[in-house]
């Protein structure tokens, strides 16, 4: 598709735009130049925040310039949560975490060539709101930008006035809108942006900052400046996404590992398939609906889940990483070497199972109800006497069977199963 408009439509990402016909045309002259901002509010962005990297990249690829804003001043404050106040972190911290969303963002981007004598026009920027407030007088924000803004409004604003009803809020989360409203006027003042993007719930930020470009650029030398928000993404059983039992999947491989990353996207709800191909993959329109049809047709095979799984972890940890986690999920359930995977991916595949730490090696009956992957002992012996036990994918044939530091996996872990999906890890801890 070349109408990015459409294309966004046709993804399920359209939630909202101040002027579509006069968006469609900016797009139509273009290159239009768009922002999202990320804060700081951690120390590596989340797959929550794929939605907008992804869709900045998705403007880029069709002709245009993305900014990709992190927040190094606002992510000292925090935008307004609708249930409390947030916790202020340490500048030292903030400026910390800036600097780890700056270089993640850099993997999804193009910002060109630094060396080269001048820009080509789809050239990303990352820039830092920092840069424009570090210097500024509480009296200058007062009345350069304060004055405005009509309290009347701010007090209508959906988050606020949940946060009035509850326990209140501070004066500081409250005057977030005004800071995230001063990004969006600075950046069509510097790098002419007429074209800010976030989530469905941002359309108040987002819109106060049109409101602050028009009475403060009135004659708009840019052109008119527009908004447009994305569907917040949820899961067909209610819970949120992004979040798993062990908690929030992160990009950082040393928050979320490659695999465990992996295996978020493998274990995709059937239901929850084409919403997630529409959002995040850049396939094409008929490769994303003969997924949508393979899965409804054979779920069993999990083609959308396998095609997310793989893309998406390319995208995010390299085509190295995500050949090393496909041999490690096939290897778990014996479809490959367990010998050859290296340490670390092991480590990361096993620790996302059922696992049991023991001091010395024993009986493998024993070692099965450790890991909990039987209700007790007999129950383990029934399931050898059954054929349905396996130590490191050899079956198990023997109830007296004795597991060996031969059997160790790198000198430290064995892999147990019962039957052809129930795994379980046994690491050997040594004085």
Same mark, same amino acid.
């Given at each position: 598709?070349?109408?990015? &408009?459409?294309?966004?439509?046709?993804?399920?990402?359209?939630?909202?735009?101040?002027?579509?016909?006069?968006?469609?045309?900016?797009?139509?002259?273009?290159?239009?130049?768009?922002?999202?901002?990320?804060?700081?509010?951690?120390?590596?962005?989340? %797959?929550?925040?794929?939605?907008?990297?992804?869709?900045?990249?998705?403007?880029q690829?069709?002709?245009?310039?993305?900014?990709?804003?992190?927040?190094?001043?606002?992510?000292?404050?925090?935008?307004?949560?609708?249930?409390?106040?947030?916790?202020?972190?340490? *500048?030292?911290?903030?400026?910390?975490?800036?600097? $780890?969303?700056?270089?993640?963002?850099?993997? =999804?981007?193009?910002?060109?060539?630094?060396?080269?004598?001048?820009?080509?026009?789809?050239?990303?920027?990352?820039?830092?709101?920092?840069?424009?407030?570090?210097?500024?007088?509480?009296?200058?924000f007062?009345?350069?930008?304060?004055?405005?803004?009509? %309290?009347?409004?701010?007090?209508?604003?959906?988050?606020?006035?949940?946060?009035?009803?509850?326990g209140?809020?501070?004066?500081?989360?409250?005057?977030?809108?005004?800071?995230?409203?001063?990004?969006?006027?600075?950046?069509?003042?510097?790098?002419?942006?007429? !074209?800010?993007?976030?989530?469905?719930?941002?359309?108040?930020?987002?819109?106060?900052?049109?409101?602050?470009?028009?009475?403060?650029? @009135?004659?708009?030398?840019?052109? *008119?400046?527009?908004a447009?928000?994305?569907?917040?993404?949820?899961?067909?059983?209610?819970?949120? =996404?992004?979040?798993?039992?062990?908690?929030? %999947?992160?990009?950082?491989?040393?928050?979320?590992?490659?695999?465990?990353?992996? *295996?978020?996207?493998?274990n995709?709800?059937d239901?929850?398939?084409?919403?997630?191909?529409?959002? =995040?993959?850049?396939?094409?329109?008929?490769?994303?609906?003969?997924l949508e049809?393979e899965?409804?047709e054979?779920?069993?095979?999990?083609?959308?889940?396998?095609?997310?799984?793989?893309?998406?972890?390319?995208?995010?940890?390299?085509?190295?990483?995500?050949?090393?986690?496909?041999?490690?999920?096939?290897?778990?359930? @014996?479809?490959?070497?367990?010998?050859?995977?290296?340490?670390?991916?092991?480590?990361? $595949?096993? $620790?996302?199972?059922?696992?049991?730490?023991?001091?010395?090696?024993?009986?493998?009956v024993?070692?099965?109800?450790? $890991?909990?992957?039987?209700?007790?002992?007999?129950?383990?012996?029934?399931? &050898?006497?059954?054929?349905?036990?396996?130590?490191?994918?050899?079956?198990?044939?023997?109830?007296?069977?004795?597991?060996?530091?031969?059997? !160790?996996?790198?000198?430290?872990?064995?892999?147990?199963?019962? @039957?052809?999906?129930?795994?379980?890890a046994?690491?050997?801890?040594?004085?």
């Amino acid at each position: 598709m070349t109408d990015i &408009v459409e294309e966004l439509r046709w993804r399920g990402l359209l939630a909202q735009t101040t002027d579509e016909d006069a968006l469609r045309r900016a797009f139509e002259s273009g290159p239009v130049t768009v922002y999202c901002g990320f804060d700081p509010t951690a120390g590596s962005l989340h %797959v929550g925040h794929l939605t907008q990297v992804l869709t900045l990249r998705r403007f880029q690829l069709a002709g245009n310039r993305p900014i990709a804003l992190v927040g190094g001043a606002t992510g000292l404050i925090g935008d307004p949560k609708p249930t409390g106040e947030r916790r202020m972190n340490e *500048q030292a911290i903030v400026e910390s975490w800036t600097e $780890a969303l700056r270089r993640q963002l850099s993997a =999804f981007l193009d910002f060109g060539d630094p060396a080269a004598a001048s820009p080509a026009p789809t050239d990303g920027l990352l820039v830092n709101n920092a840069e424009w407030t570090s210097g500024l007088s509480v009296l200058e924000f007062l009345r350069d930008v304060g004055k405005h803004f009509s %309290v009347n409004q701010m007090l209508a604003r959906d988050t606020v006035r949940s946060r009035l009803e509850g326990g209140g809020i501070s004066y500081t989360e409250f005057s977030y809108v005004l800071l995230q409203s001063m990004d969006y006027l600075e950046l069509y003042r510097r790098h002419g942006c007429t !074209l800010q993007i976030g989530g469905s719930d941002q359309w108040g930020n987002i819109t106060a900052g049109l409101d602050l470009i028009r009475r403060i650029a @009135g004659n708009e030398p840019h052109g *008119q400046a527009h908004a447009l928000t994305t569907n917040l993404l949820t899961k067909a059983d209610g819970t949120k =996404f992004g979040k798993t039992e062990s908690g929030t %999947v992160w990009l950082d491989p040393e928050l979320t590992t490659p695999y465990a990353f992996y *295996q978020f996207w493998l274990n995709t709800d059937d239901k929850d398939v084409p919403r997630y191909l529409r959002t =995040f993959s850049f396939r094409g329109r008929e490769e994303i609906e003969e997924l949508e049809r393979e899965t409804s047709e054979r779920p069993a095979a999990r083609a959308g889940q396998r095609a997310l799984a793989e893309e998406l972890t390319t995208l995010v940890h390299g085509a190295e990483q995500t050949a090393k986690v496909i041999a490690a999920s096939k290897a778990l359930f @014996g479809q490959g070497d367990l010998t050859e995977l290296d340490e670390p991916t092991l480590r990361a $595949a096993l $620790a996302e199972l059922p696992y049991a730490r023991v001091t010395e090696l024993g009986p493998v009956v024993d070692l099965l109800a450790a $890991a909990e992957l039987v209700s007790s002992k007999s129950a383990a012996r029934r399931t &050898v006497r059954e054929g349905g036990a396996y130590l490191n994918n050899a079956k198990v044939t023997s109830e007296e069977q004795q597991a060996t530091e031969s059997d !160790l996996l790198h000198g430290r872990w064995l892999l147990l199963r019962r @039957g052809k999906r129930n795994l379980g890890a046994v690491e050997l801890v040594r004085d």
